[in-house]
């Protein structure tokens, strides 16, 4: 038993140096091998101190003891630190797909209400143009109309093309953007456990509750893995 005991703390320890580590380097990523010597460093310090503070404790001094315990506190929030950035960068590499999709699928609803306004501009003119041919008709001058309309037959192709060509264009950007869409429920089934946890909570599901979930779970996990070492 004392034999797993060492093994499962030691475990415990390796995997919160690492991450910790790894969120220091994310956190600071402009020097990635001075921080990860640092840390690396730093972690062996907080274990040799606290073990040594744990077998010394009686008869160290009352000044080193107190010196040396603020430095094991201060080392479990830097650890702490890593952790968290390192737990924030995973969430955070996770919604950045879905945060580029989604601006990608704003810019492409941009790009339809353009054509949309195109298509419905002309099919105004044409409106127009077949109301101005009405009304000679409605005059009795009929072949008047027949040459007005003949008059008309270049705009109303050109007009009558570009319709053509926005719905073309449409049609592409909707099935563009059916596809984003889709990755984007892609990515919300990933999250989904931390929406149930979230409704499970506060009722809702908002992206404000998500967040609020999220950090709750950041807290419990640093708090397990850079404390809970420390109980054995």
Request: glycine share 4%; net charge negative.
């Amino acid at each position: 038993m004392a034999i797993f005991t060492l093994v499962v703390a030691l475990s415990i320890s390796i995997v919160a140096a690492g991450y910790s580590i790894i969120g220091l380097m994310a956190i600071f990523a402009s020097a990635p091998i001075a921080i990860a010597t640092m840390g690396i460093v730093l972690e062996v310090g907080k274990l040799v101190t606290a073990s040594w503070l744990y077998n010394n404790w009686k008869r160290a001094p009352l000044f080193l003891k107190s010196y040396l315990t603020i430095a094991v506190v201060v080392l479990m929030l830097i650890t702490s630190m890593g952790i968290f950035g390192f737990l924030s960068k995973a969430h955070i590499d996770q919604n950045a797909p879905s945060m580029n999709t989604s601006a990608r699928i704003d810019s492409l609803n941009v790009q339809i209400d353009r054509e949309q306004k195109v298509i419905s501009r002309n099919n105004k003119i044409l409106d127009q143009l077949d109301k101005s041919i009405e009304s000679y008709i409605d005059l009795n001058y009929i072949s008047r109309g027949l040459d007005k309309r003949e008059e008309q037959t270049e705009e109303r192709a050109r007009l009558q093309s570009e319709i053509n060509e926005s719905g073309s264009r449409v049609a592409e950007i909707e099935t563009e953007r059916f596809e984003l869409e889709q990755t984007i429920r892609d990515i919300e089934l990933e999250v989904g456990p931390i929406r149930y946890i979230a409704e499970l909570v506060y009722g809702e599901s908002t992206e404000e509750v998500l967040e609020s979930a999220v950090r709750v779970l950041y807290f419990f996990l640093y708090l397990c893995l850079t404390h809970w070492q420390y109980c054995y």
